[in-house]
C-alpha cells in the first residue's frame, strides 16, 4: 500500500512515539510505502530518497491516481487553496517555472534556524537543506549528509565551484555535515545550515567562523552533483 501526505510538513519519528527523535519531515505531496501499520502508527518507506521511519495515522491518506502530485514548488511558501505549501513540495497545479539558480534558491532559506530533522524555513537541517535546493532543479538527493557523499563525482579543492556541495566529517572519519559552495572572485563560501543557515569561509581546514575566528567543521570531500 502507499500513502501521501496532504499537510504542509509532517515528522517522521525514529519511533512510534510522538516523544520519539524526529528523524525526518514528509512534504505536501511526498509518497510512500507502508511497511508496517500499526493503530496509531505507520511505518514508512519514502518513495524519492527511501528513508524510513515512523508517522502519525492521523496525518496521511491512501494514496491513488487523482491525488497523486508531479509539480514542485519553488518559493518558500505558497498559500493557495486553504493549503500552506512549503518550497520543495509537490503539487497537481501548475506553478511558475522556476527560474532561481541554485544558489539563488539556496540564499531564500538564509537565517532560518537549524532543526533536527526540518525540511522547511521554519526550521532545517543541513541535509535537508541540500535536498530541498536540488530539488528544484529536478535533482534528487538521498536525505543524510552521509548518503548524499555517495553521489557525483569527487572534486579537489581547487577545482571547487558555485553548486558543488562540500562534507564534513568527526574525529573518527564519519561524514556528518554538508553545504553547498560558492565561489566568488577566486574565494571559496559556504552556505550551510548551523545553528541557522548562514554563508561561512571555506578553505582546506574546513569552515572558518569569522565571527569567532574558529574552525567548525573539518573539510572531508566535496562532490559535483550538477555537470
Same mark, same amino acid.
Given at each position: 500500500?502507499?500513502?501521501?501526505?496532504?499537510?504542509?510538513?509532517?515528522?517522521?519519528?525514529? $519511533?512510534?512515539?510522538?516523544?520519539?527523535?524526529?528523524?525526518?519531515?514528509?512534504?505536501? +505531496? $511526498? /509518497? @510512500?510505502?507502508? =511497511?508496517?501499520?500499526? $493503530?496509531?502508527? %505507520?511505518?514508512?518507506?519514502? %518513495?524519492?530518497?527511501?528513508?524510513?521511519?515512523?508517522?502519525?495515522?492521523?496525518?496521511?491518506?491512501?494514496?491513488?491516481?487523482?491525488?497523486?502530485?508531479?509539480?514542485?514548488?519553488?518559493? =518558500?511558501?505558497?498559500?493557495?487553496?486553504? %493549503?500552506?505549501?512549503?518550497?520543495?513540495?509537490?503539487?497537481?497545479?501548475?506553478?511558475? $517555472?522556476?527560474?532561481?539558480?541554485?544558489?539563488?534558491?539556496?540564499?531564500?532559506?538564509?537565517?532560518?534556524?537549524? =532543526?533536527?530533522?526540518?525540511?522547511?524555513?521554519?526550521?532545517?537541517?543541513? %541535509? +535537508? @537543506?541540500?535536498?530541498?535546493?536540488?530539488? /528544484?532543479?529536478?535533482?534528487?538527493?538521498?536525505?543524510?549528509?552521509?548518503?548524499?557523499?555517495?553521489? +557525483?563525482?569527487?572534486?579537489?579543492?581547487?577545482?571547487?565551484? /558555485?553548486?558543488?556541495?562540500?562534507?564534513?566529517?568527526?574525529?573518527?572519519?564519519?561524514?556528518?555535515?554538508? +553545504?553547498?559552495?560558492?565561489?566568488?572572485?577566486?574565494? =571559496?563560501?559556504?552556505?550551510?545550515?548551523?545553528?541557522?543557515?548562514?554563508?561561512?569561509?571555506?578553505?582546506?581546514?574546513?569552515?572558518?567562523?569569522?565571527? /569567532?575566528?574558529?574552525?567548525?567543521?573539518?573539510?572531508?570531500?566535496?562532490?559535483?552533483?550538477?555537470?
Amino acid at each position: 500500500m502507499k500513502g501521501i501526505n496532504l499537510l504542509p510538513a509532517i515528522p517522521m519519528r525514529k $519511533e512510534p512515539s510522538d516523544r520519539s527523535e524526529m528523524v525526518n519531515q514528509l512534504l505536501y +505531496g $511526498e /509518497t @510512500f510505502d507502508i =511497511l508496517e501499520k500499526q $493503530e496509531k502508527w %505507520s511505518k514508512i518507506k519514502l %518513495s524519492h530518497d527511501k528513508y524510513e521511519g515512523w508517522i502519525d495515522n492521523k496525518q496521511w491518506e491512501i494514496a491513488n491516481r487523482k491525488n497523486i502530485k508531479q509539480n514542485v514548488i519553488s518559493s =518558500l511558501f505558497l498559500k493557495k487553496k486553504n %493549503s500552506i505549501y512549503p518550497l520543495g513540495s509537490f503539487v497537481d497545479f501548475n506553478v511558475s $517555472e522556476n527560474k532561481k539558480t541554485l544558489l539563488q534558491t539556496a540564499k531564500l532559506f538564509l537565517n532560518t534556524p537549524y =532543526l533536527w530533522g526540518g525540511r522547511t524555513c521554519l526550521g532545517i537541517d543541513c %541535509s +535537508g @537543506f541540500t535536498q530541498v535546493v536540488f530539488r /528544484t532543479a529536478g535533482i534528487k538527493l538521498m536525505r543524510d549528509a552521509y548518503q548524499q557523499a555517495t553521489q +557525483g563525482k569527487k572534486i579537489k579543492l581547487a577545482d571547487a565551484a /558555485t553548486n558543488d556541495l562540500a562534507f564534513f566529517s568527526n574525529n573518527e572519519g564519519r561524514i556528518i555535515h554538508v +553545504g553547498i559552495i560558492l565561489k566568488e572572485k577566486n574565494k =571559496l563560501k559556504i552556505i550551510h545550515a548551523s545553528g541557522k543557515v548562514r554563508i561561512d569561509q571555506l578553505d582546506e581546514r574546513g569552515i572558518y567562523f569569522e565571527d /569567532t575566528q574558529t574552525y567548525s567543521h573539518a573539510l572531508h570531500s566535496i562532490k559535483r552533483i550538477v555537470k
